[in-house]
């Protein structure tokens, strides 16, 4: 399913029967789930879950062993679909050798985007990175790296984002404004993380996977209920883990 708002392409994001294996070891194993056009969600898991394989496949980084995943209608290798991705991923490389403004310039040319400058401008704002433009990469912080990796997967306001870990090493200050920026657009986003706190700021939906699997999937108001008389929504994740596990 594909609609239009705004001018931009807001696609579903379906994952059917998926299974992958590095070797013996089974990363996925059937996994299936669906996101509607426009919803905020979460990939809850431990670390081991499958959940970095999940977003990889549905960017086309990999290709299932089995099963399929689509953006809309669109395979994620498709120059279709790799036009309106955008992409964090846990480790991510921008290019040592330019500075912070030359790598969000490049890419934002790359994406086609019109004022590439303002933009660019925008986004070293909002993250707090003007005294740091002139820097080249290899010389930036891990914090500071992370900002920059931010911004380079949303610079074309992409109509689907994938983010692994979105808020490791970013100060706290920095964290509310990229929560509030990823809420504010009009976008289909699936988050991938550990932390119960970040799926709560940043999406509306939960997908919790063990063992490359789906265990539970909801809005966030259902997995509360899930829990005791005033147990914390944490407690209530970390118990639903342990005995799956």
Same mark, same amino acid.
């Given at each position: 399913?594909?609609?239009?708002t705004?001018?931009?392409?807001?696609?579903?994001i379906?994952?059917?029967?998926v299974?992958?294996?590095?070797g013996?070891?089974?990363a996925?194993?059937?996994?299936?789930?669906?996101?509607?056009p426009?919803?905020?969600?979460?990939?809850l898991?431990?670390?081991?879950?499958?959940k970095s394989t999940t977003?990889?496949?549905?960017?086309?980084?990999?290709?299932?062993?089995?099963?399929?995943?689509?953006?809309?209608?669109?395979?994620?290798?498709s120059?279709?679909a790799?036009?309106?991705?955008?992409?964090?991923?846990?480790?991510?490389?921008?290019?040592?050798? !330019?500075?912070?403004r030359?790598?969000?310039?490049? $890419?934002?040319? &790359?994406? #086609?985007?019109?004022?590439v400058a @303002?933009?660019?401008?925008?986004?070293?704002?909002?993250?707090?990175?003007?005294?740091?433009?002139?820097?080249?990469?290899g010389?930036?912080?891990?914090?500071?790296?992370?900002?920059l990796?931010l911004a380079?997967?949303?610079i074309?306001?992409p109509?689907?984002?994938?983010?692994?870990?979105p808020?490791n090493? !970013?100060?706290?200050?920095?964290?509310e404004?990229? $929560?509030?920026? &990823?809420? #504010?657009?009009n976008?289909?986003? @699936?988050?991938?993380?550990?932390?119960?706190?970040?799926?709560?700021?940043?999406?509306?939906k939960?997908?919790?996977?063990?063992?490359?699997?789906?265990?539970?999937?909801?809005t966030?108001m259902?997995l509360?209920?899930?829990?005791?008389?005033?147990e914390?929504?944490?407690?209530?994740?970390?118990?639903?883990?342990?005995?799956?596990?």
């Open positions: 399913m594909i609609t239009v705004n001018n931009q392409v807001a696609p579903s379906e994952v059917s029967n299974t992958k294996k590095y013996n070891v089974v996925l194993k059937n996994l299936s789930f669906r996101l509607e426009g919803e905020r969600c979460a990939l898991g431990p670390n081991g879950a499958g977003l990889k496949i549905l960017v086309g980084l990999l290709t299932p062993d089995l099963g399929e995943a689509k953006i809309g209608n669109m395979e994620p290798t120059e279709e790799r036009r309106i991705i955008g992409y964090l991923p846990e480790d991510a490389s921008p290019y040592r050798t !330019l500075s912070v030359e790598n969000l310039e490049y $890419i934002g040319a &790359l994406r #086609g985007i019109e004022d @303002l933009k660019t401008d925008k986004l070293i704002d909002m993250l707090k990175l003007r005294e740091y433009e002139k820097a080249k990469v010389r930036l912080s891990r914090g500071n790296l992370q900002k990796a380079l997967s949303i074309h306001d109509p689907v984002i994938f983010l692994d870990e808020l090493y !970013l100060d706290i200050p920095t964290q404004n990229v $929560i509030s920026y &990823l809420n #504010g657009l976008s289909t986003q @699936l988050v991938s993380t550990h932390i119960m706190g970040v799926a709560g700021r940043l999406a509306d939960v997908i919790m996977i063990s063992h490359g699997a789906v265990m539970w999937s909801g966030l259902d509360k209920k899930l829990g005791h008389e005033d914390p929504i944490e407690s209530v994740v970390a118990r639903m883990l342990v005995n799956v596990g």
